[in-house]
């Protein structure tokens, strides 16, 4: 019978409830990439009075008890009487989309939450305490959970000492009911304030960790802005350019980009609105690769390059070995997302096209050898990219759905993908258990023979070659594209969901991370529409020694640890591999939708993600050596 569904059935959530309810509404997720959001969004606000001119240097500090402290030099949030009768501090941080941001006097242009962001992090927060400098003086605030702890006299804050200069400082210890885990990661962090200030030359931030096992002080300033940015990301590559950065401005919009070629063949472009990172682009980037494309092609027929009978460049051809930062300052920005991963302005796409075809033409009419050196460019990418259209055509065969054929795809019987599955299994054994254990309506199974090709070290021939490679091109239906190629088409994908299912061992970790590089970097629309998950099978089975007693799995060493804390007496089974399960244990602990675990495959930063996969699974040792010590508390061991 149906519940009654009538006014009672209504809830109304006050205040900062909302954001305690549904956090992922407003910081994307309750993951360590939500909980270090809580950073960027104090900081943003700090940066925002950079860009109204009042503030200079930020000092960020992650304390040893686990909190977050964010302490700036600008003009302090106000904290004299708002019209609803308190601080006007206080409704800064306990009322939704209120903040200076919204009247265009106090801030031509912003990067935080638009009045959302403080209070948020307040909700998220166990505790926080504001203190503004002003006047002379420090007024401090206290909250717990997003409510005030503490009563205000006649609605003012009060003055806790003396102070020289202005500011706020911003102390905030992250909600453990709500994030599942409270430790901010380092690396992320640094990398953004590093980001901030190549993109606020002006700018410097402090940034200090006393937590125990990873203190460090960094100061980051970058005089050079954008120009050092992008010369930073090619500091280990063979450059064909020197970097080439330009600034505009158009119906209000400033514009400013640098970019640089070089001779390895990939294309990396950023985008950033307002000093935060679009990770997923918008329409900046899109009016600044058209604009380009157009220019190029354009001078490629001026000088003779294409004759009357080529076609054009493709925008993909002009861009490869690209290195480019494209940022601009918007005053009015809309975003797809509360976490602004792409742009959605549409004046901003005309903007940067504009200020990119008048400076771009005004800068290559005086460096015409820079201008032959990026056209050659293009013509090696249209050549390789022809070359190996071919080379597709006559590698990659026609999808075959047979079941079981020749040790390969077993299909599933629906060709609905939004239902199907497909998992991805290393070895005969573990792949023949998996057949005879799987849906067969909704779950295909995929076996491959061992580690598959390492795509980051092989030339494209290779990669094309490889069997395994190959057969997972054919069953996902989508295609492939190897970063200048078009082939690649995520409305054909077969599969909602992709699942890496590898032994929980060394050689299994091993196999997952071959295989997540190979769907990065040529299929990466699989990761970043969350298509892509890796399995995880337990790694014991307990037994307690009591007749009648049903079995438990555990998942990893923690669990067996808390486990014999609470039990004596049991049988302990460690299962080695997938390959050790019978069809009904790896049924019920790996492939049944209502039990197994899945990890979903996500990207919190597609520039560290990018670095970090070619460190990791390139030619370069010494940095990959360096990066493994650096990181050597970070691992899981294998007990």
């Excluded at 519940?3 to 360590?32: C, F, H, N, Q, W």
């Excluded at 912003?110 to 009045?115: C, I």
């Excluded at 640094?190 to 096992?213: A, F, M, Q, S, W």
């Excluded at 514009?255 to 990396?268: C, G, H, L, S």
Aim: net charge negative; hydrophobic share 35%; proline share 3%.
């Amino acid at each position: 019978m149906a519940a009654v569904y009538d006014a009672k059935s209504i809830k109304v959530l006050e205040g900062l409830e909302a954001v305690r309810k549904r956090p992922g509404m407003y910081i994307g997720s309750t993951t360590t990439r939500g909980l270090n959001h809580l950073v960027y969004e104090i900081v943003d606000n700090a940066v925002d009075e950079h860009l109204a001119g009042f503030c200079n240097v930020i000092h960020v500090t992650l304390e040893e008890d686990g909190s977050c402290t964010v302490d700036d030099d600008g003009r302090g949030i106000p904290i004299d009487m708002h019209e609803k009768g308190v601080s006007a501090e206080r409704v800064v941080f306990t009322t939704l989309h209120a903040g200076g941001k919204f009247d265009n006097k106090a801030y031509a242009t912003s990067g935080g939450l638009h009045g959302v962001g403080s209070s948020v992090v307040n909700a998220l927060s166990e505790r926080m305490t504001v203190q503004v400098r002003k006047n002379g003086f420090v007024y401090e605030d206290r909250y717990k959970r997003g409510e005030p702890d503490m009563e205000l006299e006649k609605g003012l804050l009060p003055v806790v000492g003396k102070a020289r200069g202005t500011g706020t400082k911003i102390n905030f210890l992250p909600d453990p009911e709500i994030f599942e885990k409270t430790r901010f990661k380092q690396d992320e962090i640094k990398n953004r304030l590093h980001e901030t200030c190549y993109l606020n030359p002006k700018l410097t931030i402090v940034y200090e960790d006393k937590r125990e096992g990873s203190r460090e002080q960094i100061t980051y300033a970058e005089p050079d802005g954008i120009s050092g940015f992008v010369r930073e990301l090619n500091k280990s590559d063979e450059t064909v350019t020197d970097v080439i950065s330009y600034h505009g401005e158009c119906d209000g919009i400033m514009v400013d980009v640098a970019f640089q070629y070089i001779r390895d063949f990939r294309e990396e472009i950023m985008g950033f609105c307002n000093n935060i990172y679009n990770s997923e682009g918008g329409t900046h980037l899109t009016g600044f690769k058209t604009a380009f494309t157009a220019v190029i092609n354009s001078y490629a027929r001026q000088l003779g390059i294409l004759k009357d009978k080529d076609l054009n460049f493709t925008g993909a051809d002009v861009r490869n070995g690209m290195t480019a930062v494209v940022s601009i300052k918007h005053p009015d920005p809309r975003f797809e997302g509360q976490t602004k991963t792409k742009l959605d302005n549409q004046d901003a796409a005309k903007a940067v096209s504009q200020v990119t075809t008048d400076e771009v033409v005004r800068y290559f009419d005086r460096n015409l050898e820079t201008l032959k050196a990026v056209i050659e460019c293009a013509e090696r990418a249209a050549k390789i990219r022809k070359s190996e259209a071919k080379a597709k055509t006559n590698m990659l065969t026609k999808p075959k759905f047979s079941f079981d054929s020749n040790g390969k795809l077993a299909n599933c019987e629906s060709r609905d993908p939004s239902k199907c599955e497909i998992f991805i299994v290393e070895g005969d054994s573990a792949g023949g258990s998996a057949k005879m254990a799987r849906d067969r309506m909704y779950q295909a199974i995929l076996p491959i023979r061992g580690k598959i090709l390492n795509v980051e070290k092989a030339s494209m021939d290779k990669v094309l070659a490889n069997a395994e490679i190959k057969s997972m091109i054919n069953a996902f239906g989508c295609g492939f594209s190897e970063g200048y190629g078009q082939d690649f088409d995520i409305s054909k994908l077969r599969y909602d969901k992709i699942i890496i299912m590898a032994d929980a061992d060394v050689d299994g970790a091993h196999i997952s991370t071959l295989l997540l590089t190979l769907f990065y970097r040529f299929m990466p629309d699989l990761i970043y529409e969350g298509h892509v998950y890796v399995a995880m099978p337990p790694l014991y089975k307990v037994v307690p020694n009591k007749k009648g007693a049903e079995g438990e799995y555990l998942y990893d060493d923690a669990a067996l640890a808390k486990y014999r804390k609470t039990h004596t007496g049991f049988t302990l089974q460690r299962y080695k591999g997938l390959g050790e399960m019978d069809p009904e244990q790896l049924w019920e602990t790996t492939l049944d939708p209502a039990r197994r675990r899945l990890r979903k495959i996500q990207i919190e930063d597609g520039k560290m993600a990018s670095q970090t996969t070619g460190l990791l699974m390139g030619t370069d040792v010494p940095p990959r050596r360096e990066y493994i010590h650096a990181h050597a508390t970070d691992a899981q061991i294998d007990a």
